[in-house]
């Protein structure tokens, strides 16, 4: 789904082509879940539920935001790529 909607938001709003907006659509599905997986692997291996109690119910900061940790440097590069070097 992410990919079906990057290609139409992606294309309109970045001025990049249904193609290459499917394609950063893909990128953030993929790599959104594997960081998400990462995560939990590794909290798996510590032996803990969650980062912190920040935010109770929730985990820390860091549970929340799991999935961006990995997915932001790949959507920087693919954009840096996609755009010829200018953001």
Same mark, same amino acid.
């Given at each position: 789904?992410?990919?079906?909607?990057?290609? #139409?938001?992606?294309?309109? !709003?970045? $001025?990049?082509? =249904?193609?290459?907006? !499917?394609?950063?659509?893909? #990128?953030?599905?993929?790599?959104?879940?594997?960081?998400?997986? =990462?995560?939990?692997?590794?909290?798996?291996?510590? +032996? /803990?539920?969650?980062?912190?109690?920040?935010?109770? +119910? $929730?985990? +820390? =900061?860091?549970?929340?935001?799991?999935?961006?940790?990995? /997915?932001?440097?790949?959507?920087?590069?693919?954009? #840096?790529?996609?755009?010829? +070097?200018?953001?």
């Amino acid at each position: 789904f992410t990919t079906i909607l990057g290609s #139409l938001f992606y294309s309109q !709003a970045l $001025h990049l082509s =249904y193609f290459e907006g !499917a394609l950063l659509g893909l #990128l953030i599905s993929v790599f959104g879940i594997q960081g998400d997986l =990462y995560f939990s692997v590794v909290k798996r291996y510590f +032996g /803990t539920k969650d980062f912190s109690e920040a935010l109770p +119910g $929730h985990g +820390g =900061y860091l549970d929340r935001l799991d999935s961006l940790i990995l /997915t932001a440097p790949v959507v920087f590069y693919a954009l #840096l790529f996609l755009k010829g +070097g200018h953001l």
